[in-house]
């Protein structure tokens, strides 16, 4: 006698109610094997793989996070990762989920494990730390970036000092540009004052935007001493100019009032 049985994809067969073979029995575990999908969990145990039906109807909970001296409470799906988790953390703390460290029953949590396979509850305490690397690499950016700015303030204090100076080159270029001598000790002097300047700028360590603001004001310092080398020599060819005062005397007027001494 023959009868209709639905296998495991809901379709209709025809078996033998009193010959079950081997080979039947055989191909029926293998369709079983086929129709249900299996995933490794990261402590090497072998669950079946979830759906996205299964995660849509587990409920919510709360857990409790210790950074720190501060707490946090935040709600998530219990068969949520701790990958979402750092997400959801990250949002709170600033902290990217590369730098967090999440633990949960005195061991570090990996990205991938599943808060209901590792017991959490609603309620739940987990600790969040900062990855000691993630520590490293901000402490080396902050002192990077210190560097930057104290770069930029160096830089910037020479420019000031080179634009009084440069304001000096171009008040002697005028004057000898006019015909008046200027004293050789006042362009000496000038030039001195701009090569200070110039070592200051050599020995401020600048990288990126700084260090081509240091190359822009090193140009700067170079112009005015070049033109104040050019103006020395057009200054010695300037003959000094003398000029001389031609004084009036009066001689006293007969109508001028008498005075009266007393004693």
């Excluded at 953390?89 to 396979?117: H, P």
């Excluded at 009084?164 to 171009?170: P, R």
């Excluded at 000094?240 to 001028?256: G, H, L, Q, R």
């Amino acid at each position: 006698m023959m009868k209709r049985k639905s296998n495991v994809y809901g379709r209709m067969s025809s078996e033998s109610s009193n010959n079950t073979t081997p080979s039947s029995s055989s191909s029926f575990s293998t369709s079983m094997e086929e129709a249900i999908e299996w995933e490794m969990r990261p402590g090497g145990m072998l669950v079946q793989k979830r759906t996205q039906n299964a995660d849509v109807s587990a409920p919510d909970i709360s857990l409790r996070v210790a950074y720190g001296a501060v707490r946090y409470e935040i709600s998530v799906n219990s068969q949520a990762t701790f990958g979402e988790v750092k997400k959801r953390l990250t949002a709170e703390t600033g902290l990217q989920a590369g730098e967090q460290r999440v633990i949960f029953k005195g061991k570090e949590r990996e990205t991938v494990e599943y808060l209901d396979m590792c017991g959490v509850k609603d309620r739940s305490k987990v600790i969040l730390m900062e990855d000691p690397a993630s520590i490293e690499r901000r402490f080396i950016e902050m002192r990077r970036n210190a560097k930057i700015q104290s770069a930029h303030r160096a830089i910037n204090d020479v420019s000031m000092e080179v634009d009084k100076l440069a304001d000096q080159v171009s008040a002697i270029e005028k004057s000898i540009s006019g015909g008046v001598k200027v004293p050789e000790v006042q362009i000496t002097t000038l030039i001195e004052m701009l090569m200070r300047q110039a070592i200051k700028l050599e020995n401020i360590a600048a990288e990126g935007d700084a260090f081509a603001q240091k190359i822009l004001q090193g140009k700067r310092v170079q112009k005015c001493v070049e033109t104040l080398d050019t103006l020395k020599i057009s200054n010695a060819r300037v003959k000094p100019v003398i000029v001389t005062t031609k004084w009036e005397t009066f001689e006293p007027s007969s109508a001028m009032a008498q005075w009266e001494i007393f004693d």
